[in-house]
């Protein structure tokens, strides 16, 4: 029977035999190689393994930093609502604005919604004129206007770090990579024509109460200018400054009721303007607009700072969007012009003391005289028409055709309105849209009919099936339908009052001409 030995025993042995082994093989080749291929790599003692769990000696450990607020631009509005949880990012100038502003862009680890019911609520109780908003909780726009500031609020359609088309910059916002990051626009802008008022205060430093050697010892080299800046908060009674001092002022000129009730409105821009873009107009309505022109009545477009400028000349922009107020004023200049020999016939500007008609526009603004006689003379719906919904005019809301037809039409009849329905308008004029006319306009398209050939919408819109009443109106369609005034036959055109322009100098009270109709 064989002999088991242990394992431990037998370990032991072939131990004790691989040393006897290398023993004897030492100061042999074998025994050198047999070392040499069990030692540790020569080269590790000159180049040492680098250190991967810790940080390079070479190189800088890259950490996080912390975005830093940047500061807020001095002439940010104290009046636009900052959102308390939203941090500034950047702030970038803004490129042919109409007057001093800046783009703030700003970033919130808030989502859209929050952000947007706060805007949306905090414009609301402001007080602030709300142009454009969003029409769901998904972001969008906000355009809104208080006093001489319009600021545009733009909220992407979703959590991103990058800035929204509204932007008016190219330049990429140096703000985070987080996705659950939310980053909105906040564009202002300070209205030309408040500015340009307030600019005369600083040159008031030089106290002219102190005696002119005084004032005149800081002249050195900015005061040949400024002598003639005090005079500036005296351009109320300067008619020949340019039209933008103007509008603050001229209501306080007939500061006398009694006066307002003898004098016509004067038309703003005094002089016929040269348009140098009047081929643009569309060829039915260029000979409209260019009588209106000549007449003194169209005024530049300065909804847009880039159809003005040195280089192109004074331009009409013929297709752009015409507004309420535009409106206004060229309607009361265009009947008043047109009847320059018949004083009864003309509208009369409001007096800087009238109770304003409408909220949005007080005795401040330049076009109240305006827009609030027409409101006296139960031209335009008001409160004082009877009409208690009307409170807001909104003047800077696009002109849409009926609101141009339930204007304009009470000017060419002279008279109560007939009473109208939908059926009684598509049966005249045939327009399949007709229910979507508003009825205080429906009696308006119905007396227009009557008028023929010289009818409004056939002079403006020509042969249409469709009357669009939502529809913007363009520059060049509000002067063709103000070329006439009157009804059947009865009435005058602006190419008729060219020729009795001269004795436009003439008072008012004391016509010379007879009417042409």
Same mark, same amino acid.
């Given at each position: 029977?064989?002999?088991?030995?242990?394992?431990?025993?037998?370990?032991?042995?072939?131990?004790?035999?691989?040393?006897?082994?290398?023993?004897?093989?030492?100061?042999?080749n074998l025994g050198n190689a047999l070392q040499r291929s069990l030692g540790a790599d020569p080269k590790l003692k000159d180049n040492p393994p680098k250190n991967l769990s810790?940080?390079?000696?070479?190189?800088?450990?890259?950490?996080?930093? $912390?975005?830093?607020?940047?500061?807020?631009? =001095?002439?940010?509005?104290?009046?636009?609502?900052?959102?308390? =949880?939203?941090?500034l990012e950047q702030v970038e100038p803004l490129k042919d604005a109409a007057g001093p502003g800046k783009l703030t862009i700003w970033s919130s680890p808030d989502p859209i919604n929050l952000i947007q019911n706060f805007y949306? $609520?905090?414009? =609301?109780?402001?007080?602030?004129?709300?142009?454009?908003?969003?029409?769901?909780?998904?972001?969008?726009?906000?355009?809104?206007?208080?006093?001489?500031?319009?600021?545009?609020?733009?909220?992407?359609?979703?959590?991103t770090t990058g800035k929204s088309t509204a932007a008016s910059s190219s330049k990429p916002p140096a703000v985070a990579t987080n996705s659950s990051v939310t980053t909105f626009d906040i564009q202002y802008v300070r209205d030309g024509k408040d500015t340009k008022a307030e600019k005369?205060?600083?040159?008031?430093?030089?106290? /002219?109460?102190?005696?002119?050697?005084?004032?005149?010892?800081?002249?050195?080299?900015?005061?040949?200018?400024?002598?003639?800046?005090?005079?500036?908060?005296?351009?109320?009674?300067?008619?020949?400054?340019?039209?933008?001092?103007?509008?603050?002022?001229?209501?306080?000129?007939?500061?006398?009721?009694?006066?307002?009730?003898?004098?016509?409105? $004067?038309?703003?821009?005094?002089? /016929?303007?040269?348009?140098t873009d009047l081929d643009k107009v569309p060829r039915d309505l260029r000979k409209y607009v260019a009588d209106l022109a000549k007449l003194g009545v169209l005024t530049p477009d300065t909804t847009n700072p880039k159809t003005n400028t040195d280089s192109q000349g004074i331009q009409f922009a013929p297709n752009q969007t015409?507004?309420?107020?535009?409106?206004?004023?060229?309607?009361?200049d265009a009947n008043n012009r047109i009847y320059a020999n018949r004083p009864g016939l003309q509208i009369r500007l409001a007096s800087n003391t009238t109770q304003p008609a409408f909220q949005d526009v007080p005795r401040t603004d330049p076009d109240f005289p305006y827009?609030?006689?027409?409101?006296?003379?139960?031209?335009?719906?008001?409160?004082?028409?009877?009409?208690?919904?009307?409170?807001?005019?909104?003047?800077d809301a696009p002109l849409t055709r009926e609101n141009l037809m339930l204007w304009k039409v009470p000017l060419d009849t002279r008279k109560a309105l007939p009473k109208a329905s939908i059926e009684a308008v598509k049966e005249t004029w045939g327009f399949k849209d007709t229910a979507e006319i508003d009825p205080k306009a429906l009696r308006a398209v119905l007396a227009d009919f009557r008028n023929g050939d010289?009818?409004?919408?056939?002079?403006?819109?020509?042969?249409?099936?469709?009357?669009? /009443?939502?529809?913007p109106v363009t520059r060049a369609e509000a002067g063709a339908a103000l070329w006439y005034f009157g009804s059947q036959g009865e009435g005058q055109s602006a190419q008729e009052a060219l020729f009795l322009k001269p004795q436009t100098s003439q008072p008012s009270g004391a016509p010379k001409a007879t009417p042409s109709n």
């Amino acid at each position: 029977m064989p002999v088991l030995f242990p394992h431990s025993v037998l370990r032991a042995s072939l131990a004790v035999c691989l040393l006897g082994l290398l023993s004897a093989c030492a100061n042999t080749n074998l025994g050198n190689a047999l070392q040499r291929s069990l030692g540790a790599d020569p080269k590790l003692k000159d180049n040492p393994p680098k250190n991967l769990s810790g940080p390079s000696p070479n190189k800088p450990q890259s950490t996080p930093q $912390k975005q830093k607020s940047v500061p807020l631009p =001095e002439d940010f509005p104290t009046e636009i609502p900052r959102y308390q =949880e939203a941090t500034l990012e950047q702030v970038e100038p803004l490129k042919d604005a109409a007057g001093p502003g800046k783009l703030t862009i700003w970033s919130s680890p808030d989502p859209i919604n929050l952000i947007q019911n706060f805007y949306q $609520k905090t414009f =609301e109780s402001q007080g602030w004129e709300v142009l454009d908003q969003p029409e769901d909780q998904d972001g969008g726009t906000f355009i809104v206007r208080r006093n001489d500031l319009d600021v545009t609020l733009s909220i992407p359609a979703r959590a991103t770090t990058g800035k929204s088309t509204a932007a008016s910059s190219s330049k990429p916002p140096a703000v985070a990579t987080n996705s659950s990051v939310t980053t909105f626009d906040i564009q202002y802008v300070r209205d030309g024509k408040d500015t340009k008022a307030e600019k005369p205060q600083p040159s008031q430093k030089p106290q /002219p109460s102190q005696k002119p050697t005084q004032a005149q010892k800081p002249t050195q080299a900015q005061k040949p200018t400024q002598p003639e800046k005090p005079t500036q908060p005296q351009k109320p009674t300067q008619p020949e400054k340019p039209t933008q001092a103007q509008k603050p002022t001229q209501p306080e000129k007939p500061q006398p009721p009694s006066e307002v009730a003898s004098k016509p409105a $004067k038309v703003r821009s005094g002089q /016929p303007e040269k348009f140098t873009d009047l081929d643009k107009v569309p060829r039915d309505l260029r000979k409209y607009v260019a009588d209106l022109a000549k007449l003194g009545v169209l005024t530049p477009d300065t909804t847009n700072p880039k159809t003005n400028t040195d280089s192109q000349g004074i331009q009409f922009a013929p297709n752009q969007t015409i507004n309420r107020r535009q409106y206004a004023r060229w309607l009361m200049d265009a009947n008043n012009r047109i009847y320059a020999n018949r004083p009864g016939l003309q509208i009369r500007l409001a007096s800087n003391t009238t109770q304003p008609a409408f909220q949005d526009v007080p005795r401040t603004d330049p076009d109240f005289p305006y827009i609030q006689g027409l409101a006296d003379a139960g031209l335009i719906p008001s409160p004082l028409s009877g009409d208690s919904t009307a409170v807001l005019f909104r003047p800077d809301a696009p002109l849409t055709r009926e609101n141009l037809m339930l204007w304009k039409v009470p000017l060419d009849t002279r008279k109560a309105l007939p009473k109208a329905s939908i059926e009684a308008v598509k049966e005249t004029w045939g327009f399949k849209d007709t229910a979507e006319i508003d009825p205080k306009a429906l009696r308006a398209v119905l007396a227009d009919f009557r008028n023929g050939d010289l009818a409004n919408i056939r002079r403006v819109f020509g042969y249409t099936i469709l009357f669009q /009443p939502k529809k913007p109106v363009t520059r060049a369609e509000a002067g063709a339908a103000l070329w006439y005034f009157g009804s059947q036959g009865e009435g005058q055109s602006a190419q008729e009052a060219l020729f009795l322009k001269p004795q436009t100098s003439q008072p008012s009270g004391a016509p010379k001409a007879t009417p042409s109709n």
